[in-house]
């Protein structure tokens, strides 16, 4: 059972994602590296992105350890890449894995905080570029793909200054406001397909993303990457085939 105002209580069967494959980006830290070694964990063939290879062999090799299926690594800067990269990796999945059934966007940077007066244009189009222009770039490249599954889940990631602006957050907030959109848009889009879209919005979690904006917090207090993974287990698992569209919290007030 799945409770909105309890997310992280759902408890996913252990082969939830058996004979998935779900493409993790962000995957080397973070929120993104819990979900995909959670992902594998429960079947999935998870293929693994993002820049720094090393860091990502890490997580290739917990994944082994774990004795969950092999999973691909595919590193692609997201600040630097454009549209026939993304197309290439479509290219690389169809013809190494066969298939898609899932992408979990995760991938994201943050600034200091700063007044809009006083923000650099080059961290503004940045931003731009790896938290809400590779979301666009990546699905497009991938939908057809996605279309094959028999039941595919786009997750996109969110925040809590996505959906009221608040001061000094400028480019990040924009950015994720974006993403709001983004997945409204597509899930209506997607509404008569095999392929749904949602977001979620993880709420202050421990990792070094939260450190940039909040660099003087007790962080004992804070949820860890590992807490919200069964949200994400929810919306990648064909528990939430009927779930198209939302914005969903995993830490509700
Ligand atoms: P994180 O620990 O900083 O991890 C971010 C991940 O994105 C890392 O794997 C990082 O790779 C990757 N990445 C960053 N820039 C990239 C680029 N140019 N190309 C490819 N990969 C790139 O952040 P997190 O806190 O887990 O955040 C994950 C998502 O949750 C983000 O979308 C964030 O906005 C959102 N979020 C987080 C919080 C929070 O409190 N933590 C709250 C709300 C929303 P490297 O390992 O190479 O850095």
């Given at each position: ?160 200054v996505?959906?009221?602006g608040?001061?000094?957050w400028?480019?990040y907030s924009v950015?994720k ?77």
């Amino acid at each position: 059972m799945f409770d909105v105002k309890q997310p992280l209580n759902y408890q996913a069967s252990a082969d939830l994602l058996k004979n998935k494959t779900i493409l993790v980006t962000g995957a080397s830290d973070g929120i993104g590296r819990a979900v995909a070694l959670a992902y594998a964990k429960h079947g999935a063939t998870v293929i693994l992105h993002g820049r720094s290879v090393e860091k990502l062999e890490a997580v290739y090799d917990q994944i082994i350890q774990q004795g969950s299926a092999k999973p691909a690594i595919v590193p692609l800067d997201l600040a630097k890449a454009s549209l026939p990269q993304y197309q290439e990796l479509a290219q690389v999945i169809e013809s190494d894995l066969g298939k898609l059934d899932g992408i979990l966007h995760n991938a994201g940077i943050i600034s200091e905080l700063s007044p809009i007066e006083y923000t650099d244009a080059a961290i503004w189009h940045e931003m731009m570029q790896v938290n809400i222009n590779s979301v666009f770039m990546l699905t497009q490249s991938c939908l057809l793909l996605l279309k094959q599954s028999s039941a595919a889940s786009i997750i996109t990631t969110s925040s809590g200054v996505a959906r009221k602006g608040r001061a000094f957050w400028g480019p990040y907030s924009v950015s994720k406001f974006a993403i709001e959109g983004f997945t409204q848009i597509l899930a209506d889009e997607l509404e008569k397909t095999c392929v749904r879209i949602n977001a979620i919005n993880p709420g202050a979690t421990r990792t070094k993303m939260r450190a940039i904006p909040y660099p003087a917090e007790d962080v004992s207090k804070l949820m860890t990457p590992d807490d919200l993974v069964p949200l994400y287990l929810y919306l990648m698992g064909n528990d939430s085939l009927d779930v198209n569209g939302q914005s969903i919290d995993a830490q509700p007030k």
